[in-house]
């Protein structure tokens, strides 16, 4: 299948590239959001989560009605017929084939080169629009606001739980390091601000002291996002390597060491965390982890981080 979709028949190309000729050119930027987003993102989207994100760009610092598309089944309309909408309510692409057509070297060089996709960029360009979203002031009021908000706002579970996913497959620059620092720093705000509806977002349910308490270092290691975590100590070298965080009172250690993030394990253990910290909820440190015989992994990783593990 694989094979087939990568040399598409003339006529099937040619088929595609008519049609998104036939797209109007204020509505081409629209178009192309849609078609990204329907090509490289994680999970399936509701219309009106796709509406929120194509008119969103990386300088907008607010979301409001005057912004979305009406009617709100619009895109369905200029996008040619090459999106639809499932009997759960999720927008696809028309046929697998859409996505292999934008992806193509062919598209690059054609007349629709406009609409091709960059596979190799998609995470980074994710990453960032999904930041851009949750640091809008819509969302500036901090915890208590999760529920109310996503009344309202649809792409808010997608862009809170999937960026730390979009972030551990691309490569971080300045752009991707300030937009980063840039949103961990709303936690000074009440409430913890953007932060804590993220945090919300994470954990249904979670009690406020626990947003509170838990700084941005704990979550970047348990997500395994290697990038961050290094952003973070390298921002602030005054950081608690060791400050508790989650329900349970972990490290980011043993946050990250519980969930099998070697690579960040690996740099707190350089950057001096203390694998001897006992973790409330378990009982044992990351040295005790090591000992239990289905965590190999980690005794091995100790002893390339010359840990003693008698200690």
């Avoid at 009344?151 to 551990?168: D, E, Q």
């Avoid at 100790?302 to 593990?309: A, E, H, K, W, Y």
Wanted: net charge neutral; with cysteine.
């Amino acid at each position: 299948m694989r094979a087939s979709l990568s040399n598409l028949p003339g006529t099937l190309r040619e088929m595609y590239a008519s049609t998104l000729e036939r797209v109007s050119p204020e509505d081409e930027p629209f178009v192309y959001e849609a078609l990204f987003w329907l090509s490289f993102a994680k999970r399936p989207l509701t219309l009106r989560g796709l509406n929120e994100v194509v008119v969103l760009d990386e300088t907008c610092t607010t979301l409001d009605g005057d912004m979305m598309l009406v009617p709100r089944d619009i895109l369905l309309q200029i996008c040619q017929g090459l999106i639809s909408v499932d009997q759960a309510g999720h927008v696809n692409l028309a046929h697998s084939s859409v996505k292999e057509f934008l992806t193509s070297e062919w598209i690059r060089s054609s007349r629709v080169k406009r609409f091709a996709l960059d596979a190799t960029t998609a995470d980074a360009t994710i990453m960032r629009k999904c930041l851009t979203y949750l640091c809008l002031d819509n969302f500036k009021h901090g915890y208590h606001e999760f529920k109310r908000q996503t009344k309202v706002r649809s792409f808010l579970y997608y862009a809170a739980y999937f960026w730390p996913i979009h972030g551990t497959h691309c490569e971080f620059g300045p752009p991707e390091r300030a937009l980063v620092n840039r949103f961990f720093a709303t936690k000074s705000l009440p409430r913890r601000g953007n932060f804590g509806v993220w945090i919300e977002a994470l954990i249904p349910g979670v009690k406020p002291s626990i947003i509170e308490t838990t700084e941005p270092l704990y979550y970047a290691a348990s997500f395994g996002m290697a990038s961050v975590v290094k952003a973070i100590l390298a921002s602030d070298p005054s950081v608690d390597i060791n400050a508790p965080g989650g329900r349970t009172g972990a490290t980011p250690l043993f946050a990250a060491c519980w969930r099998r993030n070697h690579e960040v394990a690996e740099f707190l253990l350089k950057a001096g965390a203390d694998p001897r910290k006992i973790d409330p909820g378990t009982g044992i440190s990351v040295l005790g982890m090591a000992r239990l015989g289905n965590y190999l992994d980690i005794r091995d990783l100790l002893v390339r981080c010359n840990v003693d593990l008698k200690a």
